[in-house]
C-alpha cells in the first residue's frame, strides 16, 4: 500500500488452537497515534482488502489501526467461511487485541473498537468479556439482529439445532446474494466478488447456527452494554434491523451512546456506498473518536 502518511504491515500468529491467524495494521508514519482502534470485521469478509478503506482512512486521521482475520476467514487457517464456535473467534480477538494495548508504547492509549455487521456483535461480545476494558466502540450496522426475511424459517432453525454438530460443515443452508443487498456501488461489488479471501459459498451449517444465536442472545441483552458507542447504520439496511440498533441506543445503560441513522443508505456503509456517503460516514466517526480521544490526551 503506497502511501507516504501510513504505515502498513502484516504479520501471522498462532491461537490457542494453533492455528495460524492474519492479522495487519495501519499507523500513522510520522506522528504519534491519538489513539488504538481493533477492527472487527463482518461474515465472510477479511481485514486487509475488504477493510482497507476504513485501516487507511482512520490511520490519516491519526489513529493506529489493528485487525485480525477469524478463523476460516481472509488469510487465516482453517476451513473457509466455517465459524464452530463464536466465542473462540471472541476469544482470538480478546487475546490479540489485548497483547497490542498491552505493548509499553500503547499502555497509556485510549483502545477502541469497531465492528461492522457481525463484527458488531464480536465488538459487543468483547465488551461484555472485559466489561471496563475498553474505552468504547464503533457499530456499523451491527448484527444485533437479522432482518426478518433474512432470518432462518422455523424449520430450518429445527434443521440447524439437531444437524449443527452432526454434519457442521456442510453449506446446505439456503440464502440468497448477499453482496447485491449489503452493496450499493456496483464497482465494490465487483470488488469483493472477485476477492478470493471473501467467501461466497452458502452458508454452513455451524456457522449459520453460531451466528444466528449470537443475533438472539445479543438482542436480549441490549441493557446490558455499558460502554461509549456510537451505532451509524444505513436507514435501508436490508441484512441487519437498523430498527434494533434504535434500540440498543435506547436500553443500553452506557451513559455515552449515539446514533446515527443514514436515511437511504444501505448496509456497508464504510465501503459499498457512493464516495460522498461514505465521507459523511467517517467525518461522523472521526468527529466521536476525536472528541474521545482528546479527553485521555488532556487527562
Known amino acids: ?10 504479520e501471522y500468529i498462532s491461537n490457542a488452537r494453533g492455528l495460524n491467524l492474519f492479522t495487519c495494521q495501519w499507523n500513522p508514519s510520522n506522528d504519534e497515534p491519538k489513539a488504538l ?5 463482518g461474515y465472510a469478509m477479511e481485514c486487509s482488502i475488504s477493510m482497507r478503506g476504513t485501516g487507511t482512512r482512520l490511520a490519516k486521521a491519526g489513529f493506529a489501526v489493528h485487525g485480525v482475520d477469524y478463523e476460516g476467514h481472509g488469510k487465516s487457517s482453517g476451513l473457509q467461511g466455517y465459524i464452530s464456535n463464536l466465542n ?3 476469544a482470538d480477538c480478546s487475546t ?3 497483547s497490542v494495548c498491552d505493548k509499553e508504547e500503547h499502555r497509556r492509549k485510549r483502545k477502541f473498537l469497531l465492528g461492522e455487521s457481525m463484527g458488531g456483535a464480536i465488538a459487543l461480545m468483547l465488551h461484555r468479556k472485559e466489561p471496563t476494558f475498553w474505552d468504547g466502540a464503533i457499530l456499523v450496522a451491527p448484527m444485533c439482529k437479522i432482518v426478518e426475511d433474512m432470518k432462518p424459517s422455523p424449520m430450518v432453525i429445527t434443521i440447524l439445532s439437531k444437524l449443527s ?3 457442521p460443515t456442510w453449506k446446505i443452508i439456503p440464502s440468497e446474494d448477499i453482496i447485491d443487498r449489503a452493496i450499493k456501488s456496483v464497482e465494490w461489488r465487483e470488488e469483493v466478488r472477485n476477492n478470493p479471501y471473501c467467501y461466497k459459498g452458502r452458508p454452513r451449517l455451524k456457522t449459520g447456527y453460531e451466528i444466528f444465536m449470537a443475533s438472539l442472545d445479543i438482542e436480549s441483552n441490549l441493557e446490558k452494554v455499558t460502554l461509549p458507542f456510537i451505532i ?14 434504535e434500540a440498543l441506543y435506547t436500553l443500553a445503560e452506557s451513559k455515552d451512546k449515539t446514533l446515527k441513522l443514514y436515511p437511504g443508505m444501505c448496509h456497508a456503509l464504510t465501503s459499498g456506498e457512493p464516495e460522498n456517503n461514505i465521507d459523511i460516514v467517517f467525518s461522523d466517526i472521526i468527529q466521536w473518536l476525536d472528541e474521545r480521544a482528546l479527553v485521555q490526551n488532556e487527562s
Open 1 to 10: 500500500m503506497a502511501n507516504d502518511d501510513i504505515k502498513y504491515q502484516e
Open 232 to 245: 451509524v447504520h444505513g436507514g435501508a439496511d436490508a441484512v441487519t434491523d437498523p430498527a434494533v440498533s
Open 88 to 90: 473462540d473467534v471472541v
Open 37 to 41: 482502534i481493533f477492527l472487527c470485521h
Open 96 to 98: 490479540y487485541f489485548i
Open 165 to 167: 454438530n452432526v454434519i
